[in-house]
């Protein structure tokens, strides 16, 4: 068993910015299941898997929506990561910050167009 006071690590360490406030990432795969003749599960199916994630920080950020590369270290290598969504802050009492979203397909190929 794993020592609990070595086994939890403090800040981020999934990727590198100017000051990373979080980063959260989600695990999915899709399912097919197949009844038998007493409605059953019997034959299970599983495709597509994909990782979706969010990061959050402050300073300079040189991200765009479209395929490109989230800074996300553990997704795996190969495959398609697109940023869906960029999005800037600013407030009254908060530092200028951003956020993005993204999805990885670790199966995918990225279509260009021509």
Known sequence: M???????????????GTFIQSVETTAKIETKVLKNSKGQSALINTYDPTTSGSVKG??????????????VSGLGTGGVSVIEEVKNTEGNEEFAGWDYNFKYFPNGTALVAS
């Not at 020592?3 to 939890?8: G, P, Q």
């Not at 402050?58 to 800074?71: K, T």
């Open 58 to 71: 402050h300073g300079a950020l040189a991200l765009a929506p479209g395929i490109g590369d989230p800074g």
């Open 2 to 16: 794993a020592d609990s006071a070595t086994s939890v690590t403090f800040g981020i360490s999934r990727v590198t």
